[in-house]
């Protein structure tokens, strides 16, 4: 199956017949972001300017799971723009405009902690967590954090930084067991 975004719904399309099978409603803004689980194909993350991010069981055609922030009121600086789970799919990763990254625990749908702070100025484009399950790659217009998300609830600074690339957003992340890819 294929899952593409209309503003608010996700379609997800059968690939040998060229025909859509199902939509998933339940943003109440535009999609920006989803994600296959990466142990169970029949669950999907998908994240927002609404700011939630909803687990979606594909099988039931229904969300299985909401997470969201505090408040009725998105502000612009908490939207979601990117989503990745972690190796096990126990655990998602939230890109936000601000910069940060938020580690959701999928069983409690309840925030683990954050990845950054809002002294990082470039919105979160692009996550992917890593195959050993405690890092997780961002990335940013400005350059690449790679964070450590098993040291802690509230982590200020990335255990590493790649930069040298500018102009442009990342909007993708391959990671491969010898090399990254953006």
């Not at 996700?10 to 109440?28: C, E, F, S, Y």
């Amino acid at each position: 199956c294929f899952f593409s975004c209309r503003p608010s719904n996700a379609q997800v399309w059968d690939l040998n017949d060229g025909k859509q099978k199902q939509v998933l409603r339940g943003h109440t803004g535009q999609i920006t972001d989803m994600r296959g689980h990466p142990q169970d194909p029949s669950f999907l993350l998908s994240t927002g300017v609404d700011g939630s991010v909803s687990l979606w069981d594909v099988r039931q055609n229904r969300r299985a799971r909401e997470l969201r922030v505090d408040g009725e009121r998105v502000p612009p600086t908490l939207w979601g723009l990117s989503v990745a789970w972690d190796e096990a799919g126990h655990r998602a990763f939230v890109g936000r405009r601000n910069g940060s990254v938020e580690q959701w625990d999928i069983g409690t749908a309840r925030t683990i902690g954050i990845l950054g702070n809002h002294q990082i100025t470039e919105p979160a484009t692009a996550l992917c967590g890593m195959p050993n399950g405690r890092h997780v790659v961002c990335g940013h217009r400005d350059n690449v954090r790679v964070w450590d998300a098993s040291r802690g609830s509230s982590v200020k600074a990335p255990s590493l930084v790649l930069c040298g690339h500018s102009g442009g957003v990342i909007s993708s992340i391959c990671i491969l067991s010898f090399l990254l890819l953006l």
